[in-house]
């Protein structure tokens, strides 16, 4: 799924700050487990000490005197009383391994006394067991169950948090990730995420106006500020677009207004001080995240082989009469038949003009008839998302016009995987992939000058992978532990400034790739990726040649 080169990984990574001793408890302690709620659910759930030894890790990075806040996340609302599927915060699953809404987690850098309980380094607090709740929206694990399950120090019912007696004013700093805003307030219940919310902010006296998102630019501005003055003010000026509170913080402007060194020095030395830290937090799951332990890349790999038979699968269905949400259906079906979950995110199947739409999710093109079509799907394993794209041509064939162009997309995630190996500047394989674009395209005569390659491959090449399908991470040096994608692509929509032999192609190949200690290994090798394998896939037998459903009238 492509990645704007706006976002993080155009930024150089954010200094390491966890400590050697610290990197050696990254090793894995147990093996995978069981962990639900109900009887017949999977067995290879990450086990709760993977849990535990995140929460560690995270509280021994803390500063002294502190303590990390973190909220479940919000249930969303699809239409009047029809809500979605509940997704957890992948922080949150990665601390806690919970799954249920209306839930908070603290993590004390020194122990607290709680309830007359001493020596507290890590607090839950959850929604109680309620029998008639879970006659309609299933069974829920409760203070015990979450105790027994998740072997979490402290549980208590999230009800006991408004007096829980946690010593907030004690604190030197309380870290905390931006808080939900977009929550509903159940009137019936008196400890929703709305109450939680409400509570922490009330007792420990969080600013009305305090908003992580400004403290985050406070973080860039100190570290960047000298060295990079040019890259951060393009890139705090696009922030401010989506963060009206940046418009109007005195010292985020105030650097922006600064036109010369010895101004920006000025501006800088002037940063406001807080006890509330709304960055700090993120910098450390940033670390933490971006290197996935052997279970982890356990549940990766399952992902990603999931999605790499759907493309199998796909290509063998694919005909030109066949519409686009119906080859959705069944990159999906495949997913569900292998246990996965979820999709990592909307499915992407696009032919023809909509292969040039980066997120097209309409899929909504009865027959996709002769025009290259574009599949960016990934499947979500017990958390975890693959991202995987391949883009075939629905005749079985590539046209002389259509292979130019992919085979030109091959070379580039050639050159862009042969970056792919520890200590290359996460930009790199992006860089290599550019070079043999703008080369390839002016060859071609699609453009004149490499400034224009632009035009044609808008979004960066490689992110990170993992709870989330643009995971966390340090967008630093590459290393051993990362998983990443590497999905170069060339658009040419309806109207561009070239020979109409090109209009309607679009084309994105993604391999979604672990780096190991000598270079990397390709997740997604599974799914054909060559013109020849391609065309050879596709003149498989499918399971679904025969099959035919009633035509409705």
């Known amino acids: 799924m492509p990645y704007s080169i706006l976002a993080r990984a155009a930024w150089p990574a954010l200094p390491a700050f966890l400590l050697t001793g610290l990197l050696a408890l990254t090793s894995p302690t147990t093996a995978l487990a069981q962990r639900a709620a109900g009887p017949d659910r999977p067995t290879d759930f990450l086990d709760p000490a993977f849990h535990k030894q995140r929460r560690e890790l995270v509280r021994q990075a803390l500063p002294p005197g502190s303590v990390a806040v973190l909220f479940a996340a919000p249930i969303r609302n699809r239409a009047n009383d029809v809500d979605f599927v509940y997704h957890q915060h992948p922080d949150f699953y990665y601390l806690t391994g919970y799954e249920e809404p209306d839930a908070m987690l603290l993590l004390f850098k020194e122990p607290q006394t709680i309830k007359g309980q001493s020596g507290i380094t890590e607090a839950l607090f959850v929604q109680p067991r309620d029998p008639k709740a879970e006659q309609w929206t299933g069974r829920r694990l409760g203070t015990e169950g979450t105790r027994q399950q998740l072997k979490v120090q402290y549980v208590a019912d999230n009800k006991d948090f408004a007096t829980a007696g946690i010593p907030w004013s004690s604190f030197q700093q309380v870290n905390f990730l931006a808080l939900p805003a977009d929550m509903r307030n159940d009137a019936k219940d008196p400890a929703d995420l709305h109450d939680l919310v409400a509570t922490f902010r009330q007792q420990a006296a969080v600013p009305p106006s305090f908003d992580p998102g400004t403290e985050q630019a406070y973080k860039l501005i100190q570290q960047y500020g000298l060295k990079a003055a040019d890259r951060l003010k393009v890139y705090l000026q696009d922030m401010t677009q989506g963060q009206p509170a940046l418009g109007q ?116 093109k009865p027959q996709v008839k002769n025009d290259l079509l574009l599949m960016d799907c990934g499947a979500e394993y017990h958390g975890y998302s693959a991202d995987v794209t391949r883009t075939i041509p629905p005749s079985g064939k590539f046209s002389p016009a259509q292979r130019q162009i992919y085979e030109l997309v091959l070379a580039a995630q050639e050159a862009a995987f042969r970056e792919c190996k520890p200590g290359k500047e996460f930009q790199a394989p992006h860089m290599a992939a550019q070079k043999v674009i703008a080369e390839g395209l002016t060859k071609l005569g699609i453009i004149r000058t490499a400034e224009e390659m632009r035009t044609y491959f808008p979004h960066g090449t490689s992110h990170y992978l993992g709870l989330d399908v ?66 050879s896939w596709m003149e498989k037998p499918s399971g679904l040649d025969g099959f035919k459903l009633p035509e409705l009238k």
């Open 249 to 364: 913080d005195a010292y985020v402007q105030g650097y922006l207004a600064a036109k010369t060194t010895a101004e920006r020095q000025k501006a800088i030395v002037n940063k406001p001080t807080s006890r509330y830290d709304g960055s700090s937090l993120d910098e450390i799951l940033d670390q933490l995240r971006a290197l996935k332990t052997p279970e982890e890349i356990a549940l990766l790999r399952r992902a990603v082989r999931i999605s790499a038979v759907g493309q199998q699968e796909v290509m063998k269905a694919t005909r030109p009469e066949v519409g686009e949400r119906e080859l959705q259906g069944l990159h999906e079906y495949v997913y569900r038949k292998y246990g996965a979950e979820f999709e990592g995110y909307p499915s992407i199947v696009g032919a023809g003009n909509n292969a040039c739409v980066l997120h097209y999710i309409e899929n909504d």
């Open 470 to 535: 643009h995971d966390r991470g340090s967008y630093g040096p590459l290393q051993a532990g990362n998983v990443i994608t590497v999905e170069p692509g060339i658009y040419i929509p309806e109207g561009s400034l070239c020979d109409k032999k090109w209009w309607n192609i679009g084309v994105r190949i993604e391999d979604d790739v672990l780096i190991t200690p000598k270079g990397y290994e390709n997740l997604s090798s599974e799914a054909p990726r060559t013109v020849a394998e391609i065309e």
